[in-house]
């Protein structure tokens, strides 16, 4: 028997009444952060504030599929039919370098063409594209804009904080946990704190063509909640030159390996919705609380196909309609 999936309403979202304040803040600092990357990242010209090195950008295929059950087959995915697509493979650190200092942590950004509907980004409410972004990892590590505020400051000096070794990382740890000074002991952020040591320790370094992406909070799905991940099919191993990967080869090691294998092969992924069955097991204001996998329940919704070509420019936005609105505050 299906079960019953959580219904969408507004009442189950929580918002920090000082949320425009903390935005405000975050877009001047990535603005900032952007204005001075020509110097900082040492390159010239202005480098992306976050997922800054691009691996590769692949041109896709995303076809939605015409038998996805009705809790499934919501917004965007209630209509069969292909679409183009760009993929954009990233690095998830703020910065530029190699990829044994940069870690095992990627994005993949997906730009899915001639989608129709009103989009929720004021200035271009009319845009026929739609975007995804996920991580090879499910969780966040930011819960609330409030810890946000302090955790884009620390996520982008971890590099300066590594570097004076064992006292350095453990003014990370604190200043992470004790938001550099600015939490009461009951609020510190020990969940937002976990999520972070978990996702650098125990994010695998694999093929990025071989890796899930998930979208690391919870997104309105029509009349429901869900997470979509992106999962690679089992022919992709089979088709696949690198099985194991060694950062430490040389500088560029994700980017040369996905050029590899789409010059050899297309590969192909399953765009997975997650639905959610259980708020308690899965709260949609957590965003650190991945929660046990039996709260989620998965049906393909659209399938990926990368033909066998790729490039290095990517130029990309975020555009989402209404139905797929990201939950939780």
């Given at each position: 028997m299906s079960p019953d999936f959580v219904r969408y309403s507004p009442e189950i979202e929580t918002f920090d009444p000082k949320l425009s304040e903390y935005m405000t803040r975050i877009i001047a600092f990535w603005e900032n952060k952007v204005r001075e990357s020509p110097t900082t990242e040492g390159t010239g010209r202005a480098v992306r504030g976050a997922h800054?090195?691009?691996?590769?950008?692949?041109?896709?295929?995303?076809?939605?599929?015409?038998?996805a059950p009705a809790p499934y087959a919501?917004?965007?995915?209630?209509?069969?039919?292909?679409?183009?697509?760009?993929?954009?493979?990233?690095?998830?650190?703020?910065?530029?370098?190699?990829?044994?200092?940069?870690?095992?942590?990627?994005?993949?950004?997906i730009k899915i063409f001639d989608i129709v509907g009103t989009k929720l980004v004021d200035d271009e409410p009319n845009a026929t594209t739609f975007d995804l972004v996920l991580k090879n990892n499910p969780t966040f590590i930011a819960n609330t804009a409030k810890h946000y505020l302090f955790i884009q400051e620390i996520g982008d000096r971890v590099g300066d904080y590594l570097a004076r070794g064992k006292t350095g990382f453990r003014d990370l740890l604190n200043d992470y946990l004790t938001g550099k000074g600015t939490?009461?002991?009951?609020?510190?952020?020990?969940?937002?704190?976990?999520?972070?040591?978990?996702?650098?320790?125990?994010t695998p370094v694999r093929n990025p063509l071989l890796s899930t992406y998930w979208t690391m909070a919870s997104v309105r799905h029509g009349d429901y909640i869900a997470k979509?991940?992106?999962?690679?099919t089992a022919e992709n191993a089979e088709n696949a030159i690198h099985h194991q990967l060694d950062l430490g080869s040389g500088p560029d090691v994700f980017g040369p390996t996905v050029e590899d294998e789409l010059r050899a092969h297309a590969f192909d992924f399953e765009l997975q919705v997650q639905l959610c069955a259980d708020l308690t097991a899965m709260p949609v204001n957590d965003a650190p609380w991945n929660g046990p996998r039996n709260?989620?329940?998965?049906?393909?919704?659209?399938?990926?196909?990368?033909?066998?070509?790729t490039s290095r420019d990517p130029r990309t936005g975020t555009r989402v309609t209404h139905s797929h609105s990201t939950s939780g505050g």
């Amino acid at each position: 028997m299906s079960p019953d999936f959580v219904r969408y309403s507004p009442e189950i979202e929580t918002f920090d009444p000082k949320l425009s304040e903390y935005m405000t803040r975050i877009i001047a600092f990535w603005e900032n952060k952007v204005r001075e990357s020509p110097t900082t990242e040492g390159t010239g010209r202005a480098v992306r504030g976050a997922h800054a090195k691009t691996i590769g950008v692949a041109r896709a295929e995303v076809e939605i599929l015409g038998d996805a059950p009705a809790p499934y087959a919501q917004g965007i995915y209630a209509k069969p039919g292909r679409h183009d697509a760009l993929i954009r493979f990233s690095s998830a650190a703020n910065h530029l370098g190699p990829d044994a200092s940069l870690g095992p942590v990627l994005g993949f950004a997906i730009k899915i063409f001639d989608i129709v509907g009103t989009k929720l980004v004021d200035d271009e409410p009319n845009a026929t594209t739609f975007d995804l972004v996920l991580k090879n990892n499910p969780t966040f590590i930011a819960n609330t804009a409030k810890h946000y505020l302090f955790i884009q400051e620390i996520g982008d000096r971890v590099g300066d904080y590594l570097a004076r070794g064992k006292t350095g990382f453990r003014d990370l740890l604190n200043d992470y946990l004790t938001g550099k000074g600015t939490l009461e002991q009951d609020d510190w952020a020990w969940e937002e704190l976990f999520a972070f040591v978990k996702t650098a320790t125990q994010t695998p370094v694999r093929n990025p063509l071989l890796s899930t992406y998930w979208t690391m909070a919870s997104v309105r799905h029509g009349d429901y909640i869900a997470k979509v991940r992106v999962a690679p099919t089992a022919e992709n191993a089979e088709n696949a030159i690198h099985h194991q990967l060694d950062l430490g080869s040389g500088p560029d090691v994700f980017g040369p390996t996905v050029e590899d294998e789409l010059r050899a092969h297309a590969f192909d992924f399953e765009l997975q919705v997650q639905l959610c069955a259980d708020l308690t097991a899965m709260p949609v204001n957590d965003a650190p609380w991945n929660g046990p996998r039996n709260c989620l329940h998965s049906s393909p919704s659209a399938e990926c196909t990368f033909p066998a070509r790729t490039s290095r420019d990517p130029r990309t936005g975020t555009r989402v309609t209404h139905s797929h609105s990201t939950s939780g505050g």
